[in-house]
């Protein structure tokens, strides 16, 4: 069987086209006749509908700061990207509506409930985490210059200083 294909392969002449990859020609083909050929399947490919492989719900060209961090959408605002990072503090990820960020909310609560009636440090080892990653966000957004990560910590950092006020009204 590979003898055969040897033979099929050896009638042909593979060239290496810089868009279409490799073409295989009859080998009596002239050179007028591969060139029509070549423009007729770049034609074809300029008019085939473009579709997107981007099957991610995230945004093209979303990005982590830094490992473990949050990732950034580089098309919002950097008050946005704040906003968000005041979200996170609060248990709240992508939100498709309201009502789904109040439920985010809720079960963050209950899970914190649970965890703290297991160990009564949950809620202080949480706040610490919190506290350390919107640092490290601002620490490494300063380094890179990337106000978009700089916001995402300090709205972080304000979520959860913000918390710990209303603590102290209640």
């Not at 002239?30 to 060139?35: H, P, S, T, W």
């Not at 979303?62 to 906003?83: C, E, F």
């Not at 919190?130 to 640092?135: N, W």
């Amino acid at each position: 069987m590979a003898n055969g294909q040897q033979a099929f392969d050896d009638q042909f002449d593979v060239l290496e086209h810089p868009t279409l990859g490799t073409l295989k020609f009859p080998k009596g083909m002239g050179v007028d006749e591969r060139n029509a050929s070549i423009d007729r399947l770049l034609s074809q490919q300029a008019d085939a509908p473009q579709t997107s492989t981007h099957t991610s719900p995230l945004a093209p060209g979303s990005y982590q700061g830094r490992k473990g961090g949050p990732v950034l959408d580089p098309n919002q605002s950097v008050a946005h990207t704040a906003i968000t990072g005041i979200e996170r503090s609060f248990g709240i990820d992508r939100p498709t509506s309201l009502a789904d960020a109040y439920s985010q909310v809720g079960k963050g609560l209950g899970r914190l409930a649970i965890a703290t009636a297991k160990d009564p440090f949950a809620l202080i080892t949480g706040m610490s985490d919190m506290i350390e990653g919107g640092m490290r966000d601002i620490g490494s957004g300063i380094s890179k210059k990337d106000p978009r990560q700089v916001a995402s910590g300090a709205g972080q950092l304000f979520g959860i200083l913000s918390q710990g006020e209303a603590g102290k009204e209640s």
